[in-house]
């Protein structure tokens, strides 16, 4: 990949240096960079910028998910909405279904509320400083770093869990983390070199993912070897120091899924608020602590029918709990739709796996094999 910087020779440090970062080589790292970062759809290299729209975009849809699943959703979602407005503009059902299948909805939901607060009432264009950016919903500090940083080339501080890796064990940093998470970030502003600012972070990240990675760092071929403590005394693999986690609490419930006479199913539209707000689902109870005191059994189905719990409860695991959900199946062989509650919004469809989030996408394909 050609990437030809003079400015990567002469590398002056950030001013404010309040650690021993002086063999920290920011010019070995380009040298890596121009060689072999990855070209993403949302990156540009220095001196050029990536829009601002395009890096928060893919910031967002990075958040907990990894770049190979985010690289198709960025760019359908630039294709159908090829900046900030358009996808202000756009209903809030459709971007949701778009997202389906990332995960993590609150974060759709808040690029809608984002976009259009950008669009309508910022006149389209993104603040550049990481405190306007923060008045932004769903971003927080890392993310707000990460687009001044990449998209305006300020000077911020960048700090995900990869660059956590990398400098936690370049200085061989044994507070554990998230403890840690100040004393790393200030590594990171006291390394972080005055040239080609959109690309430092970047460059670390495309460095932790690709040399400096979590099983099997290569130390005996790295570029940044001779400044790495951790490196030098075999112990990489020891770096960063976690604080032990503890299990996550188990959660029950039951998906039902009902098929009608021509192979269609019942979906509900999951409430805005909460668990995967506003998704097309199937109905299901006892999981998402809507009712605390449902013991999640048959007679929580949406109808009196003849459903059968198949033997395999289907596995997910949000951020705050593990789930095991059973899945009844029942199939309406008389044509004839039954009486549903009322307020439910619960239409007959036919299923298609990219219409609903990854939990549902589970349930669908457990019931397939029975149910073709
Ligand atoms: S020497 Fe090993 S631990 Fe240190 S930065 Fe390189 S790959 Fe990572």
Redesign the pocket.
Same mark, same amino acid.
């Given at each position: 990949m050609p990437n030809n910087h003079a400015d990567t020779q002469m590398v002056t440090h950030n001013s404010d240096i309040s650690v021993n970062d002086s063999a920290f080589d920011p010019v070995a790292l380009f040298a890596w960079y121009d060689r072999h970062g990855r070209d993403l759809p949302w990156r540009h290299r220095w001196p050029a910028l990536a829009p601002a729209y395009h890096v928060w975009l893919s910031e967002i849809m990075l958040q907990q998910t990894v770049v190979a699943t985010v690289i198709p959703y960025f760019l359908d979602f630039t294709r159908r909405w090829p900046d900030v407005t358009a996808l202000a503009s756009a209903p809030l059902d459709d971007v949701l279904a778009a997202w389906a299948g990332l995960g993590y909805y609150a974060r759709a939901r808040n690029l809608h509320k984002a976009a259009n607060k950008v669009a309508f009432e910022l006149g389209g264009i993104f603040p550049a400083d990481v405190g306007g950016l923060r008045d932004l919903p769903g971003i927080g500090p890392y993310t707000a770093g990460a687009i001044s940083a990449i998209a305006f080339g300020q000077h911020s501080t960048v700090v995900d869990g990869n660059i956590e890796r =990398?400098l936690a064990?370049?200085y061989a940093v044994t507070t554990p983390l998230p403890a840690a998470k100040v004393e790393i970030s200030a590594i990171y502003a006291a390394i972080r070199p005055d040239q080609r600012p959109s690309d430092f972070p970047q460059a670390l990240m495309d460095f932790a993912n690709a =040399? $400096?990675t979590v099983k099997a760092? +290569? $130390?005996s071929s790295?570029p940044? @070897?001779t400044s $790495?403590i @951790? +490196?030098r005394q075999g112990t @990489?693999a020891s770096f960063p120091v976690k604080t032990a986690k503890k299990p996550k609490p188990a959660r029950r419930g039951i998906a039902f899924v009902a098929f009608d006479a021509e192979g269609r199913c019942l979906l509900v539209k999951r409430p805005d608020k909460g668990l995967l707000g506003g998704m097309l689902a199937f109905p299901s109870v006892g999981w998402d602590h809507r009712a605390p005191d449902s013991v999640a059994s048959l007679d929580d189905a949406p109808f009196a029918a003849d459903w059968v719990i198949l033997d395999d409860p289907v596995q997910h695991v949000f951020t705050h709990f593990a789930l095991d959900m059973q899945v009844a199946v029942t199939r309406l062989d008389t044509g004839i739709s039954p009486d549903l509650p009322d307020g439910i919004d619960a239409n007959w469809v036919t299923p298609r796996a990219a219409d609903l989030p990854s939990l549902m996408r589970k349930v669908l394909k457990a019931v397939q094999p029975h149910y073709p």
């Amino acid at each position: 990949m050609p990437n030809n910087h003079a400015d990567t020779q002469m590398v002056t440090h950030n001013s404010d240096i309040s650690v021993n970062d002086s063999a920290f080589d920011p010019v070995a790292l380009f040298a890596w960079y121009d060689r072999h970062g990855r070209d993403l759809p949302w990156r540009h290299r220095w001196p050029a910028l990536a829009p601002a729209y395009h890096v928060w975009l893919s910031e967002i849809m990075l958040q907990q998910t990894v770049v190979a699943t985010v690289i198709p959703y960025f760019l359908d979602f630039t294709r159908r909405w090829p900046d900030v407005t358009a996808l202000a503009s756009a209903p809030l059902d459709d971007v949701l279904a778009a997202w389906a299948g990332l995960g993590y909805y609150a974060r759709a939901r808040n690029l809608h509320k984002a976009a259009n607060k950008v669009a309508f009432e910022l006149g389209g264009i993104f603040p550049a400083d990481v405190g306007g950016l923060r008045d932004l919903p769903g971003i927080g500090p890392y993310t707000a770093g990460a687009i001044s940083a990449i998209a305006f080339g300020q000077h911020s501080t960048v700090v995900d869990g990869n660059i956590e890796r =990398v400098l936690a064990r370049q200085y061989a940093v044994t507070t554990p983390l998230p403890a840690a998470k100040v004393e790393i970030s200030a590594i990171y502003a006291a390394i972080r070199p005055d040239q080609r600012p959109s690309d430092f972070p970047q460059a670390l990240m495309d460095f932790a993912n690709a =040399v $400096c990675t979590v099983k099997a760092p +290569g $130390c005996s071929s790295c570029p940044l @070897a001779t400044s $790495c403590i @951790a +490196g030098r005394q075999g112990t @990489a693999a020891s770096f960063p120091v976690k604080t032990a986690k503890k299990p996550k609490p188990a959660r029950r419930g039951i998906a039902f899924v009902a098929f009608d006479a021509e192979g269609r199913c019942l979906l509900v539209k999951r409430p805005d608020k909460g668990l995967l707000g506003g998704m097309l689902a199937f109905p299901s109870v006892g999981w998402d602590h809507r009712a605390p005191d449902s013991v999640a059994s048959l007679d929580d189905a949406p109808f009196a029918a003849d459903w059968v719990i198949l033997d395999d409860p289907v596995q997910h695991v949000f951020t705050h709990f593990a789930l095991d959900m059973q899945v009844a199946v029942t199939r309406l062989d008389t044509g004839i739709s039954p009486d549903l509650p009322d307020g439910i919004d619960a239409n007959w469809v036919t299923p298609r796996a990219a219409d609903l989030p990854s939990l549902m996408r589970k349930v669908l394909k457990a019931v397939q094999p029975h149910y073709p």
